[in-house]
């Protein structure tokens, strides 16, 4: 047999690439998949890093346990992907990092809504790393869910409707005034003064995969106002089931995170959202996202 990628992916211990010391595991039907075999604060070499790539596009989302690497090396391995891409509205002293700090007492906490990352941004980034410096022993979960397998399931009248509209994204909900409440109940704070501005962008509900070439759906809870075109009172009823159907739980995996786990996500094709279940302990991550492109 021709050892074509394809092949090599489905051989020996799942390495994707016969040179490539890396194995990868599925989690779930729906997506997520956990690597081993690889220290992410090393210098990787060409073929683990192409290794990671093909897991994240196969999977959707890829996870990492037993991880140790400073504010740089996070940085250099973020650069193996693409340009980083610095937060517009979350607040940050090093604009290329995100620290997101619950504190004991919080009401409220970053990502507790269904959505894909800072989709209001006319090229929303193409993916996140994550990794948890420091997490209670349960709880605080994040769950993630398929956008391709939302489109699939859909009915063919309902993807001919959707397949020519495009939806407004908005910060306007999780930054600026409309996030000034929330931000009292928490400990990583957005930007609610003066100086924000509403971003808005249109981009297709049905965008294409610029590397996969699959289709997905692409609404989400935080950002998503209202269908190009249509009032926000007329795009309300559609929008909202688009929303809630595109998180079935068939669609989805679940994460348990410990001390050292890190989860990298296909933000293209990916909607998560952080569970708020434990109010007792301090919890610590630190994120970096890789820039993307422009939705088609």
């Known amino acids: 047999m021709r050892e074509t990628p394809e092949y090599r992916r489905q051989c020996g211990n799942h390495g994707y690439d016969m040179l490539s010391p890396i194995t990868v595991k599925p989690i779930a039907g729906a997506l997520g998949a956990e690597l081993s075999g690889v220290d992410l604060g090393a210098d990787l070499p060409d073929e683990e890093v192409a290794t990671i790539r093909q897991a994240l596009l196969d ?29 517009p509205f979350l607040i940050s002293e090093d604009p290329d990092i995100v620290t997101i700090v619950r504190n004991p007492g919080d009401k409220r906490i970053v990502g507790e809504d269904w959505h894909s ?31 391709y397998l939302a489109y699939e399931a859909l009915s063919d009248g309902m993807k001919g409707m959707l397949g020519g509209m495009k939806a407004l994204h908005s910060d306007r909900a999780v930054a600026g005034p409309g996030a000034r409440e929330r931000d009292q109940h928490r400990s990583t704070k957005s930007r609610t003064g003066s100086e924000w501005v509403e971003t808005l962008s249109a981009h297709p509900v049905v965008r294409t995969h610029p590397e996969t070439g699959r289709k997905c759906l692409f609404v989400n809870h935080s950002y998503t106002v209202g269908f190009e075109g249509w009032t926000e009172e007329e795009s309300k009823p559609l929008l909202d089931w688009l929303m ?20 990298f996500w296909d933000n293209r094709c990916t909607k998560h959202i952080a569970v708020d279940d434990v109010h007792h302990a301090k919890r610590i991550m630190r994120r970096i996202q890789v820039a993307g492109d422009r939705p088609y």
């Open 59 to 87: 999977h959707g989302v890829i996870f990492f346990h037993d991880q140790d690497f400073d504010t740089e090396q996070h940085k250099r391995l973020a650069r193996r992907f693409g340009d980083i891409f610095n937060h």
């Open 117 to 147: 990352d800072t989709t209001m941004m006319p090229e929303p980034p193409m993916g996140a790393i994550l990794i948890a410096l420091d997490v209670p022993d349960y709880g605080g979960d994040t769950l993630f869910a398929s956008q």
């Open 244 to 263: 809630e159907w595109g998180n079935r739980p068939e669609f989805t995996c679940r994460f348990r995170w410990r001390t050292g786990s890190v989860a």
